[in-house]
């Protein structure tokens, strides 16, 4: 397997951003071709120390990082990346991996 990672910081406008996030760009994200599963994180994403400055945690499985480079060069997957800049006000990094068992 292998994962994506989406961190959003806090956006401008919580409202917007969670009313676009729910409507348009999950919808779309989950079209990318070999997507295994889509997992955000429900409340607060927290830290040992106390709130993270992330504001939303998206994770994506797909079987492989070749998977993951052919569904983000695909034109869903391009729609997915430009479509970043109509809501993430904040910023957002993505980080991607291959997983292994621990």
């Given at each position: 397997?292998?994962?994506?990672?989406?961190?959003?910081?806090?956006?401008?406008?919580l409202?917007?951003?969670d009313?676009?996030?729910?409507s348009?760009?999950?919808?779309l994200?989950?079209?990318?071709?070999?997507?295994?599963?889509?997992?955000?994180?429900?409340?607060?994403?927290?830290?040992?120390?106390?709130?993270?400055p992330?504001?939303?945690?998206?994770?994506?499985?797909?079987?492989s990082?070749?998977?993951i480079?052919?569904?983000?060069?695909?034109?869903?997957?391009?729609?997915?990346?430009?479509?970043l800049?109509?809501?993430?006000?904040?910023?957002v990094?993505?980080?991607m991996?291959?997983?292994?068992?621990a």
């Amino acid at each position: 397997m292998a994962t994506v990672l989406a961190l959003y910081n806090a956006p401008t406008n919580l409202a917007a951003f969670d009313a676009y996030y729910a409507s348009t760009h999950t919808p779309l994200a989950k079209t990318l071709p070999g997507l295994r599963s889509y997992d955000v994180n429900h409340g607060v994403v927290m830290t040992p120390g106390g709130p993270a400055p992330h504001y939303l945690v998206a994770m994506m499985k797909f079987d492989s990082m070749a998977d993951i480079q052919a569904a983000l060069g695909s034109p869903t997957g391009q729609a997915v990346v430009a479509d970043l800049g109509n809501f993430a006000s904040g910023g957002v990094s993505i980080m991607m991996f291959d997983d292994k068992p621990a």
